[in-house]
């Protein structure tokens, strides 16, 4: 595909193919009143090495996990990349593969999607996993339409712990707005879901209960009781995970979780402003949740010579099956994200993925207690919690990024855009990545910083 403009004579020449006077009635269907009747504001053209210079001037402006130790979390996390994830994910078979629509000629990308769900199944201990979603978000919501099919339960109630990550929340809310199904959060003021509170509210209209473990606040939620109580009242147990803390925590299915979800950036995927990161979606192996499951499902076979060889087993795509019948318009299965979590599992291995956990949750709880002991600065909940907590500060935390910032550190997430209640509280994340001495320059950093003086 050309980007250079057309000149005079071509658009000439394509409007008389098209018979019509000009490109205005083209966009005649264009309310005029949303339609730009100037120029576009330009700058003049650059040379390329101006515009290099240029665009190196923008980049240098931003203050990126590569230049300053990051403590931010909620979602997306500083984790190490081992070389190998890149060496391969460069290749170009890889990075230029975009979906496999003609299986028969895309065996390599196929081989490497089962091996994803492989590893995926691995992970959490069900039965199935597809490849895949864009993010936890999407992913999150998607359970969900799954959980309403596979109870019947099309006009029920869909519990939701207010600890799960609040854009999550968000999206799910978004593709439900327009379904028959309602919505409700459960409050969790101290930070986790109490299992007597989601007693409490489950009734045989619970279509899918969605909790977060470890939550948004890194605490552990008392995943195996949750999944008990939804079962008893006939409801799906939904459950969002950090890939990293399963090198030390249960896995979902084996707490009773009846579908998995997770964001798959902590597995060798960079962070990024926008992504591209991976949703992973995993449920149990049952024919209610298989043929309700969005995506794709790669299956091993053997060819007529007897070779081993892989194929699309399942795609419930609108544009393979009828539009009716369909669980998803999900269609790009974020395959390079997929290959980059499955090499970076795979390069780990399971003591690996361990000793990357105990780093993680080690590191923080040392971080907590460093930071803690700052002059005003204190634990605002008192739970278990992995590699993410919650400290309270003697005022609003909204310039706390940027004084830390200068500084250098990226840190202290402000929880007040989310939690009202929370506005004087913020969060810090701590990976394998960060050394005692980082944690400690981090206190003395921010025991410098004060909240600004009132009126």
Not at 382 to 411: I, S
Request: aromatic fraction near 8%; charge should be negative.
């Amino acid at each position: 595909m050309s980007y250079l403009l057309n000149t005079a004579e071509e658009q000439q020449a394509m409007l008389a193919y098209l018979g019509v006077p000009s490109v205005e009635e083209l966009f005649v269907a264009v309310p005029p009143e949303v339609r730009l009747r100037r120029p576009l504001h330009l700058p003049p053209a650059l040379t390329e090495l101006e515009l290099h210079r240029q665009v190196e001037e923008l980049a240098q402006q931003n203050a990126s996990a590569a230049q300053y130790p990051c403590f931010l979390g909620g979602g997306a996390y500083d984790h190490f990349i081992p070389a190998v994830v890149d060496a391969i994910a460069s290749r170009s078979e890889y990075y230029t593969a975009y979906t496999p629509y003609q299986a028969e000629a895309s065996q390599g990308t196929l081989q490497v999607i089962f091996e994803y769900q492989t590893l995926m199944c691995q992970l959490t201990g069900l039965g199935v996993a597809n490849a895949s979603l864009y993010e936890a978000g999407s992913g999150v919501a998607e359970a969900v339409l799954m959980a309403l099919g596979v109870t019947g339960r099309q006009d029920g109630e869909v519990l939701v712990a207010e600890t799960v990550h609040p854009e999550y929340r968000r999206v799910l809310g978004t593709y439900l707005a327009n379904l028959p199904c309602s919505l409700r959060v459960l409050p969790a003021p101290e930070g986790f879901l109490d299992p007597d509170d989601l007693q409490a509210a489950l009734s045989d209209r619970t279509a899918a209960v969605v909790v977060q473990s470890p939550n948004f606040f890194g605490h552990l939620e008392e995943v195996a009781d949750l999944a008990a109580a939804v079962h008893r009242v006939g409801g799906v147990c939904i459950a969002v995970f950090d890939p990293i803390s399963l090198g030390l925590l249960r896995r979902p299915g084996d707490c009773g979780v009846d579908i998995a979800v997770a964001e798959g950036q902590g597995l060798g995927i960079p962070l990024g402003y926008g992504g591209p990161y991976l949703g992973i979606l995993a449920c149990r192996d049952e024919p209610a949740y298989l043929r309700r499951l969005p995506g794709r499902l790669v299956g091993q076979t053997t060819d007529r010579h007897g070779q081993r060889c892989w194929v699309l087993t399942l795609q419930t795509r609108e544009q393979h099956i009828r539009r009716e019948k369909a669980t998803s318009n999900i269609c790009t299965n974020q395959g390079l994200m997929a290959l980059r979590a499955s090499v970076y599992l795979t390069a780990l291995g399971p003591q690996g993925l361990r000793e990357t956990a105990e780093l993680c949750l080690r590191k923080a709880h040392y971080a907590a207690r460093r930071l803690a002991d700052v002059a005003g600065a204190e634990l605002r909940f008192r739970r278990p919690f992995f590699k993410e907590f919650t400290l309270r500060w003697p005022g609003p935390t909204d310039a706390l990024p940027q004084q830390l910032r200068q500084r250098g550190f990226l840190a202290a997430l402000p929880l007040g855009r989310w939690f009202p209640s929370l506005a004087d509280c913020f969060s810090l994340a701590v990976t394998e990545k960060r050394t005692r001495a980082e944690i400690d320059a981090l206190a003395d950093a921010l025991a410098h910083c004060r909240p600004p003086s009132r009126p």
